[in-house]
Structures are given as C-alpha cells and as structure tokens.
C-alpha cells in the first residue's frame, strides 16, 4: 500500500512546481484552478464549481463519513520573489500552492482504497487578508460577500455536509520537523472616528469640541486597561492616527483612529473589542464630542481538535522522532480556517522543507520530501484512519460544541 502511495511523487512534486511558478491573489487564481482541474481530470476525478469566482472541490467515495480537506489556492504581494506576476506581485511567499499539491495528490491516492465514507477536498481562494480595495469592488458588485474565501464558503453553507476538516500550512524555514496544536489569533480592524467642533484655536477654543483631546483621552484608556488584558489571551491592540485635524490653527474637528484588536481566543477578541468601544464611546461623551466606529471583521482564532490531533501525531511519528514536533505553539498569525474551527471538529498541522522567511521573497521548497510527500502521506493515512474506525470518529464527532452559534457569527460579520 506505501509503496502505491510513493510510486507517483514525481508527478505530485511537479504539480507543486507548476502551482509554485504561477502565483495569483485571492479570487484571482484562475490559473491555480485550471492546473488542479486537469490533474483531477488526468486522473479521472471531475470537479465542482462552488462560486466566488474560484471555489471549487472534488469528491471520492461515498456514504459517512464524510471528511474534508483544504486547500488554499491563493497567493499574497511580495516585491522582489522570483516568481512575483507582474501585475501585482502575487508570489507564492506563503507556500499555499505546496499545500494545494499535497491535498491533490493525497484525494487521488485515496479514491483507489477507500471503502466506505466520503472524502471532498475544498480549494478555498483569498485566504490572505490583502488587496482590499479589490475584494470591496467584488463585494459591491455582490460577486462576494466578505474579503475571506472561507468566510464566503461558510455562510453560504458550503461546508455544512462534512463531519470534520482536515488543513496544513508550511511552518517556514526552522528548527523543527512538524508542528501540531498550534493556536492562530483572532483579529478584527477598526476604524474610530471622533467628532468635535472647530473653533480658532486660540480666541474661541472655549467654543470648540477637540477631536484630538476625545481621541488622546481614549488612547489612554486603552494603555490603563491593558492590565486586564490575560496573558495566555495574547491580546494586542495597535493602530495609527491616520487623521490628527484639520489645521493647526483650528480646534480639531475631526480625527480618525485605525486600529487592529487580536486575541488568541474569541471570548477575549470579542471582550477586548467590546471594551475598545466602550471606551471610545464614553472619552467622547466625557469631552463632548461624538465617535463613530467601523468594525471589519478579520478572522477567528482557531479551535483545534486534539482528538484528530493525536492520530496526525501517530502518522508524523513515522518521519520524526517526537522532540521534533512543535506541540501547542503559540502563534499570533491568524487565518480564516479559524473561523471554520468554531463550527466543525477542524486541525491546522504544519510541515516543513522549506528555507526563507515566510511571506518574504526568499521563501522556497528546499526538501520535496518533507514539503509535499510526507505531509501528503500523514492526511492519507489519518483520513484512512478516521474512515476504518468509526468509533473513534464518531467520538470526534459526538464530543464537538460548536463556539458560536451560527447566528452570533452573522451577527458579528454583519454589524
Ligand atoms: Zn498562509
């Protein structure tokens, strides 16, 4: 059985290449898409549109259960990657088109064994939290409805079939072989604009709101409750004045405050947010002035399944001697598989193989075997696992609570 697994790697680490020479941004990987729709048909599997442009998936077997697979189809702006496109500089400094090839390869592989259960491997586009002003165009001309590919895919119940989710993502050149449990934070943008009342500053100040001193009351707010900000919630909240007022010799009449609010877990994005506006909204009322914010969401943190986990460790162990896993890193990168995390028993592991900075120029495969055919053969072999042992799946199943309600999600999407 190994052995069939082996005998193609040639064809899978290609695929990877030619992913890994065309990069594109997200809802914009039309290239992407054509290269993986071929391999599937080559190897006599069809596959699926699902909308937003680029979404598409494929499916083996049939019956329950029914896993998933993910893959990340886009590419981010790097100045200076070598395969950069030249109209946007769209390179794949993330190392999503490895994770496309390894999905692919490993969904190919599993159509020839499966016996019983469902396999659907989903192609997720615009996963970086990027080319903005773009993705607000396709959302104005409703070809969207959120700037995350997967954030689109979920509210339109796209994912609501599958009992469970299985992702990886490329740690990036460094000391260890796999990494498992690792945390990704929740983010949210705002921007807060605080309104006073002009008035020359030095004969009437008396008759004017200061914008400025509403925002500067505010700031300070923030740094006096950072004591209350929890260690292990990892909450961080960092912005920028982008508009200070209007002229010097004015009270200002307006100014605008843009800021992230991130946490490693959603009680504590969605606490620290609520006290972000609770502050605003009362140094404005304190000084007279007004204040209006404009919340956008990013992603949820991510909820991993140790259960899932602990049968993705069993199949690492077969590469690596356990030191050599990364277990429970804390890291503050965030993704919108976290938002699918709340919803559905869902793991994010990582693998390496690569040398360079991830989302720098440098970033590239540097080991085939440990960036496409290992971690390919650990989802293999846990998918085969999961569908040969109902009970334990089941119990993954059983003992999920979804973190939020479907409701709470729209609410806080759509605010
Ligand atoms: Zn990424």
Do not use: W
Not at 132 to 161: C, P, S, W
Not at 178 to 190: D, E, I, P, V
């Amino acid at each position: 059985m190994k052995k069939k697994f082996a005998e193609d790697k040639k064809e899978l680490f290609a695929l990877g290449e030619e992913l890994f020479r065309h990069p594109e941004l997200g809802y914009k990987e039309f290239t992407n898409k054509k290269i993986l729709t071929e391999y599937f048909a080559k190897n006599g599997l069809k596959v699926t549109d699902l909308g937003f442009r680029t979404a598409f998936k494929v499916s083996v077997g049939s019956g329950s259960p029914h896993i998933g697979l993910i893959a990340e189809l886009d590419a981010l702006p790097t100045l200076g990657h070598p395969f950069a496109s030249k109209e946007d500089n769209a390179a794949h400094s993330c190392g999503h088109s490895t994770q496309c090839a390894i999905m692919a390869y490993a969904l190919v592989k599993l159509k020839d064994v499966i016996k019983n259960g469902t396999v659907t491997l989903y192609f997720t586009p615009a996963e970086e939290f990027t080319d903005i002003a773009f993705r607000k165009e396709l959302i104005r001309r409703h070809e969207i409805n959120y700037i995350g590919g997967k954030v689109n895919m979920l509210t339109a119940g796209q994912f609501d079939g599958e009992d469970l989710f299985i992702h990886l993502h490329t740690m990036g050149e460094g000391e260890y072989h796999f990494s498992l449990n690792t945390s990704l934070a929740g983010f949210m943008y705002k921007e807060i604009t605080f309104r006073g009342k002009a008035t020359h500053a030095a004969v009437a100040p008396d008759k004017g709101v200061n914008a400025l001193n509403a925002f500067v009351l505010f700031d300070n707010a923030i740094h006096m409750l950072r004591e209350t900000f929890r260690e292990e919630d990892c909450v961080r909240i960092h912005g920028i004045l982008s508009d200070g007022g209007q002229t010097v010799n004015s009270i200002p009449e307006k100014t605008v405050y843009e800021c992230y609010v991130r946490a490693m877990n959603n009680d504590a994005l969605q606490s620290t947010a609520e006290k972000v506006d609770n502050a605003a909204k009362h140094c404005a009322k304190a000084l007279g002035a007004t204040v209006s914010i404009k919340t956008t969401p990013g992603y949820l943190p991510m909820n991993q399944n140790e259960l899932i986990n602990d049968i993705i460790r069993e199949n690492m162990l077969k590469y690596c001697k356990a030191e050599e896993i990364h277990d429970y890193e804390k890291s503050m990168a965030a993704g919108d598989i976290g938002d699918l995390s709340l919803f559905k028993p869902t793991v994010q592991f990582g693998y390496s193989g690569f040398k360079g900075n991830c989302h720098g120029k440098d970033l590239c495969v540097c080991d085939e075997d440990r960036a496409y055919f290992e971690p390919s053969a650990i989802v293999y072999d846990t998918v085969l696992y999961l569908l040969e042992h109902p009970a334990y799946t089941d119990r993954i199943i059983r003992e999920f609570e979804p973190k939020i309600s479907r409701e709470d999600y729209l609410d806080y999407l759509n605010r």
